[in-house]
C-alpha cells in the first residue's frame, strides 16, 4: 500500500512538472506571436527548468534567440538539440535554424554544412537546398 502511495506521489509530481512545462511553452509562444521575444525566451527557459529535455521548448527557445540575434547562443541550443532528438523532422529543422544562424554570423563553411545534413535528413526541404 505505501509503494503505491508513493507511485501514486511520483506520478503526479511529475505530471504536474510536465503540465508546468507545457503552460511555458504556451506562454511563451503567445509572447512569440506577439513578437516580444526577450518575454518568450524567459518563458522557454523556466519550462526547460522544469523539463530539461523538451525539444518543443528547445526549438522554440533557439528561434526567439534568432530573433534577438543572440545567434551564438542559439547554434548552442539547436546543436544539443540536433544531437539529443531521434525525430527526423525536428532534427533537420534544428540544422536547417543551424545554417541560419551560421549565416548571420557569416560563417558561411559552418552554414553550408548545417544545410547539408538538413537536406540529408530530409532531401524534398527547399529552403536548405535554396541556401
Known sequence: MKKLLIF?????????NAQTAVSY?????QYYKQTQ???AEAEYRKALQTDPENTTAQYNLANALQKQKKYDEAEQVLEK???VTN??????????NQGVAYTKQKNLEA????????LRLNPDDQEAREN
Open 8 to 16: 501514486q506521489m511520483l506520478f503526479f509530481s511529475l505530471l504536474a
Open 25 to 29: 511553452v504556451g506562454k511563451g509562444n
Open 37 to 39: 521575444f526577450d518575454l
Open 81 to 83: 538539440l540536433y544531437n
Open 87 to 96: 525525430v527526423t523532422k525536428l532534427k533537420s529543422a534544428a540544422a536547417y
Open 111 to 118: 552554414s553550408i554544412e548545417s544545410y547539408k545534413k538538413a
